[in-house]
Structures are given as C-alpha cells and as structure tokens.
C-alpha cells in the first residue's frame, strides 16, 4: 500500500529543502519553479486520501505504525479519519495557492519564503495526521519556527513585535500541554492516543489536564481573551503568511479540542461548569469580537477579527455535543479555510498595489477594479455567511444545534449573521464602492491572469460548498457520531479495591 | 591478584598523560611556524585514546588499583564524549588562537592536563581520585582561562574562577570526611554498602551530604553557587569559554553520578538529595532564564543560559532512578553538542582585534551566510528546547523524569522558565534574520571547521529528528554500570 499519508507529509517537506538547496537569491525564477513543482506535488499525492477514503467507518484509515523512539514507546504513528481528512487536503490545497499568490509578489529571499511555506505545510499535516501524542507535538511545535521566520523577515513595519508575540503566546499552551502529555505517560504508560482515549482519570485530574491543553489549543484557535496575537500577527504578516495562518494554523487549535479534549477528557468536557465556561467564551468572541471588528480601520485586522469571531461559531458548535453542531463547526472549519483564505488574497492584491490595508486609502475600487470587485463581492458574502455560500452551511448548523440546547445560546449566535454582515459589508462599501477616492486609486490596475485564477479557483471552492456540502459532511459525518458516543461515555476512574 | 596490577582500565589516562608529557617536550624544540606540529600530535592523542577506550570497551565494571579507580561502561562513554568534544574544541579555536597568540604548546598542554583530570574523575570509585581528578581538571582550566596574561579581563575571571573553586573544593574535601566519618570508608562503593545496612551515623551523614550537594552545584554552576560562571564565560578568552562550557559539564555528571547516585544512593540520603536538587533547580532555571534577559554580551547570556540548564540536569537527576539519570546524562550530552555549535559560530564570526560577543554583532547574519544562520538558528532553538531539535528530547526526557519522581510542580515551574527562555534565543535569531547586517565582512573559514561545524549543527537536527540512539546509548550505559 502507497503510504499516502507520509507522502502527503514528507512531499512538501523534501521540496522545502530543496527550494533552499538549490534555490538563490540572484535566481529567483528557478526557486520560485521547484517550489510550485513541490506543492503540487504535495497536492497531487493528498487526493488519494479523499478518493480512497472510506466513508462508512469511524476507524483510522491509512495506518502507518512505525518504531521511533523505543526507549519511551513512541512511535511514528500516523492516521486518519473522517474528521482530519479533510484538514490535510485542504492545507495542501491552500498551500498550492500560497505559493503561486508569492509568485511575483515576494522578491526578496524567494527560496527561503517559499521553503519556509513548503516545510511548514509538511509540519501542519504531520500533525493533522499523528495518532501519536509525541510525534503531534513535535509537529504542533515545529511549525512554530517557519511561521516566525514568515512573519518577522516578510511582514510589515511592526513585524518584530507581532513575531515574538505569536510565538511566546503559542509556546506557553503548548509547554503546559507537554507536561499534561508526560502526565499522562505516566499514568498509562504510553504516548498513544486511543490509548489515552480509554483511560479512566478522576475528575480533578481530567480538569487539570483540561487546564493545560485548553492554555494550548485556545490559544491557537484563538478564543477570546488569550486572541490578542492573532490580531497583532496578521497585518504584519505577508500575504501568504496570512492565509496560511488564517486558513489553516487556527483549525489546528479546534481540532485539537476534538482530537484532545473531547475524546480524553469526556467528564471534564460535559461537567456543567466547562461547557458553561466554552459557551461563554465562543459567544463572547462572536458577539463581542464581531463588534470590535466593526470598528477596525485596517482591512487585515478586520478579517483576523472576523476569523476570531467565526471560530467562536466553530467551538460553540463543539460544544453543544450533538452531531448537528459538531459537524456544523467542522464545516465552519473549512468554510473559513477557503473564505479568510480568498480574503486575505483580496486585501493582498490591494496591497501589493498601493502597499497599504488603511480601509481610509481606499474608495471607489470598482470603478478601476471591476473584475476584482466582483470577486471580493462573492467572499464578502461568504464571510458574512450569506446562503449558497460556503459560509452558511457552518453557521446554519451550529445555529440550529443551538436551539436545540438554548433559544438564547442559538439568539446571540444568530447575532454573527447580522454582524458579520455588517462590518464585512461595510468594509466592503468603503473599499470598493463611491467616488474614487484619490490618484493611487485612480492609478489602479485590475487583476492580472495569476489573480484572476486564484481568486476563481476559490470562488469555485467556496460556491461549490455552499451549494453542495454532502461531500464534505459525508466524509466526516461517522467520525463524528463515533466521537460523540464516545464523548457521551464516563471514563471516571473506579475506586482502586 | 592484589600485586598484579591490572593497568588496561586506565589505559586511555595514560595515553594522554603521556601524550601531554610528550608534548610539553617536543613543543619545546619547535619553532613558532611549526606549532601545527603540537596542535596535529594534541588531536592524534585525542585519537589514540578514543580508539583505546573503545577497544577496551567495559561491558561489565572493572575495579583496579585496589579499588580506587573504576571502569565502567559509563566511564567509558564518558570518556569518549569529552575527547570528541575535546577535539571539536581545538578544530573550532584554531584560527582564534592563532590570531591571538594563543596557538602554543601550553595551550594543548593544559587542555590535555584539564581532559586528564577530567578522566580520572569520570573513573573515581574514591573520594580521593575523585577530589584528586577535581583538582587536577580546574588547576588546568583556572591557568587556561588567565593565557592572556597581559588582559585586564581574563585576570580577573581567573582570579575569581580560582578563588571561588579552592572554596568549592574545600567544602567537597569537608563533605567527604564528615561522610568518612560517618561510614568509616572513603570508597564509593563502600560507603554505599554502609549506607544499607544503616549503620553510618545519620546526622553527620547528612551534614556531609549537604557539603558535597553544594560543591558539585558549585562545579555545574547551578543557583546560589553560580556567581563565577557570567564572569568566567565573559572574561576567558572565547575558545577557553569554549572549552570550559562544553568538556567538563561530562566530567560535572560524572561526579554528580558517582557521588550521589553512587555513594549517596541510599533511598533516605536519596530523599534528602532530592529536595536538596528540587530546591538549586528551581533556583537555576528561574535565575538563569530571567537574568539571561538584560545582557548584551553574547558570551554573559550563553553563561546565564547554561545556569539554567545545569538547573534541568538537575531537575532530571532528581529522579533518582536509571530513568532520570539518563534524562541528565542525555540532557548533558544535547547540551554539550549545542554549546559546541553556539560558542563555536562566535569563535567563527570573531577575527583579529573583534570578538563578535554581543548580541548585535549577529546582526543580519541572514544575509551575510544563511547556512551559519541556519546552524546558529539550531543551536538556538535546541537550547530553548524546541522540537525538531536534540534539545527538546533532552527537555522532555527531564521533565518526564521530574513528573514520575512526583515533582510535578516543579517541571510547571520548569516549562515556563523555558518560556522565558525562549525569549531571549528567539531574540539571537530575530537578530540574524530580521535585521540588516551592521557589519558585512566576508566570513572566513577554514575548511575542516566549516564542514565539523556545519557537521555539529546538522546533528541537532538529525538527533532531533532520530533520538534514540543517543537515548539508548545514555541508558545502556547507565544499566551496565548497575546505577539504577
């Protein structure tokens, strides 16, 4: 059997090192072609994943069990199912468009930003892929490193800062995880996931674990109020940087609620006090969060306050514990991974044109930019989760799972609709529509053939899952019924005789 | 049996005791331009003794010289460890000592002396071969650190290195005989049996116990007792920094082995040991990573930085058991090959008249050589403990070590030092990646130091990546010297 799975990882990773090896600065075609070569590739060997996936089990697929380090029974142990499939296809996918959107945009030190992209795909699907606690942090972590280096050498005037925020915020979730991961080593004698999943733990320990893996996974998702980086990261990062961060790195923070938190620590995530404590912070970040984005001069801001905001969509829907919200935060997932993706690439094209994201610059876009208006007209839309948009189907299923649980939970949910509406719309009007606003924007050319196809290809994708979601609900759909049950089962320790 | 002298144990001591010896003479007879000749016979009889010891690999332990001096599978890698990083030490200081001066016999000598102390330590099963192995070592080095004897800096650093350390060993020499006097023996294996049968007098044993836990936390540097490293790293001259933060850390684990876990490993003094370790890795991870912060010398931070990582050597040792010995050998082995790389890429960067040992001097390296960027970004993300590097297993091997000994507070205390930590290497490679260069001179290098060099960082990774056969080698070792 083809290890799709280590190819998916190692692919990109191998490129990535020999865009660096072969790659100069005085010869930035060559890198920049290796480098496209190298993500497709990666793409390439992820769409077996989908097309030979099984729908109809819950159970890893594309098992790869390997010695790694035998001293701590570590292994190199890598699978998937329905829930994290989907993930690794779309890292790939959007990889592809990050590095053919750095195409003619980077000129500084090409080879190192598009291995920089290239490794750190590898890392982000190693650790969507690992079953193995060991080897997902190492993963978790190492994508650090790329991701610093992307912002502080490509990012804007105050990259520095942004940089070392990111990382030391990440870094301390993840340190305390180290030490709940080596706790439970401990007790269970190996780093294996499902062993951890049958392991019976009091409830005070599963609340302290639960301590140290939310300091991790909150922090990347981000959920208020540990989301101050990521509105810090984004308008210092490069363009790629930012969909990247964007579209991806924030799923890993929710996905490891569900291949962590859930699943291990089933009785601290029902206890009626932590799922009081998520719902409260989801709607906080989507209700608060949508305001504060409301009011945002800067356009990336904007969309990282609004990536703030939907992923509070996305772990609500977690946490009302029934297939209709978790699916419909799954969905939100990769909604968001195609929306902030496009968005990110919309304020990049403006901004590779008059080198700036103040919402003030702009004004009366369309008139020079038609093309590209109609595009950001599309995401927009999406973003504000508008029917037969990608952006509807999460939103609509959480809410519906919501009332389910609560009127009042699903009532402010619904509040992201209309806010998402309006601080997207709004920035919308400001940008593009109206007199045009000065000489620059006068000066303005409208998309070229590299543009124009990216931002097609996502308008596909995100038109695509608004208007037919089963083959991604499908895919997922029996991960997540096994994930409840086993969530819905006590794994309180019995009194030792 | 008793006459006949079984000299094949110590047979690597007497390869470099002769090899020094030899040295010193032929050195005499050359003329500057020919030093090489002394530099090349220093690196043979690094050689020579590395394939001795391996060649007389000690599966089992063997005691010789009635007792005193122990070969055991331990010693052995030890042993092999520090010529390695003997040898690394020289290949990587040659232009700089060159440049200065320094490229003289005593200067192999000494080193050869400091390594054979080194040696005899690591091979002590007496009180005595090991405080006599101590002084041997740290004579050699306090002489080493004042070779620039014309410096106002390097004086100094002597000066306090000697003082601070003949304090030192005379706390270890006053430990010692309080435990003689409590156990009547001054052999480490004996002074292990006394202990379980539970005869040796309890109070004097720990009073003795205490004396000897701070001496060695003098030798590691660990917090309160780590006031003469910043200015001994600072002050030396950066080869001999060079030397003093990578070799003798090996021959620092060896005493902490042979007098805690050896002597001491009974399970009551072990208790005692333990709290006492909890208490200096606190202390050195806390202190080391936070005063590490507000330096600008490059040399004064790596100084602080290894204050806090002899604190995790400690914080792994703690454990008590074959696990967390290994943690510490481990971490001390990652530690040794990233502060090879470290202080190795200042020693690359420096040039006559400039010693590129503040921070800014790393300035823009990005764009000055990205692979030495690269190499130095290694060194810098295994010392802050970061995956895919050997420093992250070393830290989780120590953590793991501190959570199952039951000091589960203590590794949280340890993990958000390291986040403090993190802070300061990711602001060397902020330095080299984000800034523009200050200084925009071609690196040069001569060509064995380029490929060991690039060689040392790129085993960071590869050990970062494949771990286990340092881990393996480290708890082999370990079980085969019966330290469980």
């Keep these: ?497 | 049996m008793a006459l006949a002298l079984n000299f094949l144990p110590i047979l690597p001591e007497i390869v470099i005791l002769t090899a020094a010896s030899l040295i010193l003479l032929i050195d005499l007879w050359l003329p500057d331009d020919k030093r090489h000749i002394s530099y090349w016979l220093t690196q043979l009889a690094l050689l020579i003794a590395a394939c001795v010891t391996l060649r007389g690999l000690h599966i089992d332990s063997v005691l010789a010289f009635h007792s005193v001096v122990v070969a055991d599978m331990v010693a052995d890698v030890l042993r092999m460890l520090s010529f390695l990083a003997l040898s690394l030490v020289l290949f990587y200081s040659r232009t700089y000592l060159t440049l200065r001066g320094l490229f003289r016999g005593e200067t192999f000598v000494l080193m050869l002396f400091a390594l054979l102390g080194m040696q005899v330590l690591i091979t002590a099963n007496n009180f005595l071969t090991l405080y006599l192995g101590l002084e041997l070592m740290s004579l050699a080095l306090y002489a080493l650190v004042a070779l620039q004897r014309d410096e106002a800096a390097p004086a100094e650093a002597a000066m306090k290195y000697f003082v601070l350390g003949a304090l030192a060993s005379g706390i270890l020499l006053y430990g010692m005989s309080m435990i003689y006097g409590a156990t009547g023996t001054l052999q480490i294996d004996l002074v292990a049996q006394s202990l379980a049968t539970g005869e040796a007098n309890h109070a004097l044993l720990i009073f003795g116990l205490v004396f000897v836990v701070s001496a060695i936390a003098f030798k590691l540097g660990a917090v309160p007792y780590h006031m003469w490293v910043p200015d001994v790293y600072q002050g030396a001259p950066t080869a001999i920094t060079l030397l003093i933060g990578t070799v003798p850390e090996y021959a620092a684990f060896a005493m902490l082995l042979r007098l805690l876990a050896g002597a001491l490993g009974s399970p009551e003094t072990m208790m005692q040991w333990q709290g006492m370790l909890a208490i200096l890795a606190l202390l050195s991870v806390t202190l080391g990573h936070v005063v590490a912060i507000a330096q600008t010398n490059l040399k004064r931070m790596l100084a602080y930085s290894t204050i806090a990582n002899m604190g995790y050597v400690l914080m792994g040792f703690l454990g008590g058991d074959v696990n967390g010995y290994t943690a510490a050998m481990f971490y001390i082995l990652a530690y040794v090959m990233t502060s090879l790389v470290s202080f190795g890429m200042i020693l690359l960067l420096s040039r006559a008249g400039f010693e590129a040992d503040r921070i800014d001097d790393l300035k823009g390296l990005n764009r000055r050589s990205p692979w030495w960027a690269f190499v130095m970004l290694l060194a810098m993300f295994s010392l802050a403990g970061l995956p895919p590097t050997i420093g992250f297993y070393g830290k989780f091997m120590v953590l793991q070590s501190a959570i199952k000994a039951g000091y589960l507070w203590l590794a949280v205390v340890g993990v958000l030092a390291a986040l403090v930590g993190a802070f300061y290497y990711l602001r060397i490679v902020k330095l080299m990646y984000f800034d523009d260069p200050v200084d925009t001179s071609p690196i040069m290098v001569r060509a064995d130091t380029r490929w060991l060099l690039s060689g040392n960082g790129l085993v960071l990774l590869l050990f970062g990546i494949l771990p286990q056969l340092p881990m393996g080698l480290c708890y082999v070792a370990l079980v085969q010297s019966r330290y469980f």
């Excluded at chain 1, 939310?214 to 930012?242: C, I, N, Q, R, Y």
């Excluded at chain 1, 905001?309 to 946490?319: A, K, P």
């Excluded at chain 1, 109206?434 to 000489?439: D, K, T, Y």
């Excluded at chain 1, 895919?475 to 009194?495: F, G, Q, R, T, Y």
């Design chain 1, 1 to 497: 059997m083809t290890p799709y799975l280590s190819l998916s990882i190692w692919v990109p990773i191998v490129a990535g090192v020999m865009v660096l090896a072969i790659g100069r600065d005085s010869d930035a075609r060559t890198a920049r072609w290796i480098a496209l070569a190298g993500a497709l590739a990666s793409f390439l060997v992820t769409i077996p994943l989908y097309v030979h996936f099984d729908n109809s089990t819950a159970a890893l697929q594309f098992v790869e069990r390997r010695d790694w380090i035998p001293y701590f029974d570590i292994y190199y142990f890598v699978g998937v199912d329905g829930i994290s499939v989907l993930f690794i296809l779309l890292n790939a996918f959007i990889t592809l468009l990050v590095v053919w959107a750095g195409w003619q945009v980077i000129t500084v030190r090409v080879a190192q930003y598009m291995a920089a992209f290239l490794i750190m795909s590898g890392f982000i699907n190693g650790a969507f892929a690992a079953q193995d606690a060991i080897l997902f942090y190492v993963f978790f972590e190492a994508m650090l490193i790329p991701m610093y280096l992307i912002i502080g050498i490509w990012g804007g005037s105050n990259r520095v800062y942004a940089a070392i925020k990111f990382f030391l915020y990440t870094l301390l979730g993840s340190l305390l995880m180290l030490v709940a991961f080596i706790y439970l080593y401990q007790k269970s004698g190996s780093f294996e996931l499902s062993v951890w999943y049958d392991l019976p733990l009091s409830l005070k320990t599963q609340m302290l674990i639960f301590v140290a893996f939310f300091a991790a996974f909150a922090v990347k998702v981000p959920m208020w109020p540990v989301h101050t980086w990521l509105p810090d990261a984004h308008p210092e990062a490069p363009t790629g940087g930012s969909v990247v961060l964007a579209a991806i790195t924030l799923k890993i923070g929710a996905y490891g609620f569900l291949r962590f938190i859930l699943p291990i620590l089933p009785d601290a995530s029902r206890s009626p006090q932590v799922v009081a404590f998520m719902i409260t912070l989801s709607l906080i970040a989507v209700v608060y969060i949508g305001f504060v984005a409301l009011v945002q001069a800067d356009m990336k801001r904007l969309i990282a306050y609004s990536s703030i905001s939907h992923m509070g969509i996305v772990t609500l829907g977690f946490f009302l514990f029934s297939a209709q919200g978790m699916e419909g935060g799954l969905a939100q997932m990769i909604s968001h991974g195609f929306v902030s993706a496009a968005m990110f690439l919309c304020v990049g094209v403006l901004y590779d044109r008059m080198h700036t994201h103040l919402i003030a610059d702009f004004g009366g876009v369309a008139n020079t930019m038609p093309k590209f208006a109609a595009f950001m007209m599309l995401f927009s839309m999406a973003n504000a989760g508008l029917p037969a948009t990608s952006g509807f189907v999460g939103e609509f299923l959480v809410i519906l799972a919501a009332v389910k649980v609560n009127f009042w939970i699903a009532f402010l949910a619904a509040v992201s609709l209309i806010l998402g509406a309006a601080y997207t719309l709004w920035m919308y009007k400001r940008v593009i529509y109206g007199e045009v606003a000065n000489a620059h924007v006068r000066a303005l050319h409208d998309l070229n053939r590299r543009e124009f196809w990216l931002l097609g290809t996502l308008a596909v994708a995100v038109l695509v899952m608004g208007v037919w979601p089963k083959p991604f609900v499908d895919v997922m759909h029996v991960s997540v019924i096994d994930l409840l049950a086993h969530v819905a089962k006590s794994k309180l320790e019995w009194p030792s005789p």
